[in-house]
DNA sequence: CTGTTAGCGCTTTCAT
DNA sequence: ATGAAAGCGCTAACAG
């Protein structure tokens, strides 16, 4: 079957009108008879009218569309923050087009290209777990186009980012641990490419420090977040001469991974070896025993990013600040600790 | 910062060429000499030139875009779907949209409009609770752009959908409910409005009356989904005079929410009473007791939408054919019954 | 208040 | 193998 669209001109031709005028009636120009539009606005509705944004994006240069790329959309993390990014985005006028680059370097790359295709004004990224080169994200600014980082973000770039205080969560759920007389605390860590690993490391470091318990390298173990190999880092923890009494995992999806497997090998949470995660995903507080983590404003963050990128479209700057929001993170103690 | 854009006609004229010849050249039409080619696209990939799809989309009158809607991001049923139907797309070459209307009526027809206007090449739609009318995508077949519906799917409308078999999911596990030994089986239901209700709630009675069962209606409550108002429901159903020994609730989340007000009354899973869900979510592995429930196909579904779009969009069809592709479901027996 | 003209960036005839 | 011209649907000057 044919395509039929209804344009501007079988509205003017119908009502004996110029394509200006019926232009002006459907964007609510004020310089327009009443009744006219009125007829117009009529007619349109009739007809199912939809104004081609193709040809306005073309003619305006502006889409009214930001871009989301995020790695992944498993864990409750993702969506949740690209609906409360959407969300805002929608109360501007704005729409959204997501793509999740599923960890992938190469698809965060295609990714981009897509977005480019499709002029957006305004793009959010969370990069994966793999990039380490920029080039395809900077395209943007040179082209006049704002980015916004979020979570995962970009060190070397001038944009504006989210995320969380990493360091300060990684240092009170720690604290956490060594109040609750843990002495021996392992911790899963991500891979050291991603800002969000290193601080949070920092801030194990940190607490391991101020409470004079020596650092043991042997006991932190960074890993790709390919949740299907935790086993094997846990197993091996757990199989140490000297194991751990506790496991600061980088995630709560890597940590309930790390319960199911500690309690597979028929050890006690938390007598036998404690176990804290991050970010309060949705599953955290139905997993027996219940997750001790650090709660993220999942919602804040989404809100927050799309609020600055809008900002930034409409700011027309001619420079790209580092703008950094940090937001707030809370110790949510359960009975995994 | 103005936004630049680098066109055909820049690379045109650097090069010394017409923009018919760089045009061809960059969209591998073969009748365009090799060097010259290899020129226009070493220059394109320099000058970071990226194709603007609007205006190709608005002379060819194909955006290679397709918008999905769904009513909700908080399970991780429409997530998933939404992933695997955006890789199936991808494959085939097409991009995708995703809005989702919260389960307002009124939000899914504002994303429709966004869809229309962006001259999306098909759509995949999972209606929310309370949408009834459904003259906002009537418009999309009328206009010749192909629909899938998949999960909530729309019974007036002739278009490919995409369900599982609700009804011999439910029948199955309340079978199974009844080959444990349960006689009072309540069943939590959906909106009335929505088929899977409808279809769950049949098998629901279907297994009852085989097994000489009597329904009984004070038993079946029929819910809007709002997992906010599930607590009343079950205690409700636990003050009973004669309270169920198992309860059958549609869907994960509401099992879990079930799960949870049944342990806060201290009652005992499966002992006192059994429950089970629909949907195999992520999080009902994880609670205690672990759920029984019902295993969807959920990538399957999303694949299979997204092969039935693309697959109408080429075709080119005059008629909208009813076509319903039902999958197959899997009952998980785990330790809630 | 309304009409006319030009043109956004690209593909697509039709020429050469 | 390349070029020239027309036009997708719309808005944005510029006129009246």
């Not at 600014?141 to 360091?167: H, L, T, W």
């Not at 050291?192 to 490391?201: D, E, G, H, V």
């Not at 199911?260 to 025993?289: H, M, Y």
């Amino acid at each position: 079957m044919k395509r039929h669209q209804v344009t501007i001109v079988d509205i003017a031709r119908e009502l004996q009108l110029s394509k200006s005028t019926v232009s002006r009636a459907l964007t609510g120009h004020p310089s327009v008879n009443a009744t006219t539009r009125q007829l117009v606005l009529e007619l349109a509705e009739k007809l199912d009218y939809q104004r081609n944004m193709l040809a306005i994006g073309l003619i305006t240069r502006k889409t009214n569309t930001i871009g989301i790329i995020v790695p992944e959309f498993t864990s409750s993390y993702f969506p949740t923050v690209t609906i409360a990014a959407q969300e805002e985005a929608g109360k501007a006028g704005y729409n959204t087009v997501i793509c999740q680059s599923n960890e992938r370097y190469e698809t965060e790359v295609a990714n981009t290209k897509v977005m480019l295709a499709n002029q957006v004004d305004g793009l959010l990224v969370s990069i994966t777990k793999e990039t380490r080169n920029f080039d395809h994200l900077k395209i943007f600014q040179r082209k006049g186009i704002p980015i916004v980082f979020f979570n995962r973000v970009c060190d070397e770039m001038d944009a504006p980012k989210v995320v969380v205080d990493d360091y300060d969560g990684a240092y009170r759920v720690v604290s956490h641990l060594i109040e609750r007389g843990r002495k021996r605390i392992a911790h899963l860590s991500g891979p050291p490419s991603l800002m969000i690993s290193q601080k949070r490391l920092n801030g194990y470091k940190a607490a391991l420090r101020k409470n004079n318990i020596e650092y043991d390298e042997s006991l932190v173990i960074p890993y790709d977040l390919n949740i299907d190999m935790v086993h094997i880092y846990v197993n091996h923890l757990l199989n140490l001469p000297a194991p751990p009494d506790a496991i600061f995992a980088i995630s709560d999806p890597t940590a309930i991974e790390t319960i199911q497997v500690i309690k597979k090998r028929g050890l006690k949470i938390p007598e036998d070896i404690a176990v804290t995660g991050f970010s309060n995903d949705f599953a955290s507080s139905l997993i027996e025993p219940s997750l001790t983590t650090v709660s993220q404003p999942v919602k804040e963050i989404g809100k927050t990013a799309a609020q600055l990128l809008i900002d930034q479209i409409n700011r027309d700057v001619s420079e790209w600040k580092n703008i950094i929001r940090v937001l707030k993170t809370e110790l949510i103690v359960r009975n995994s600790s």
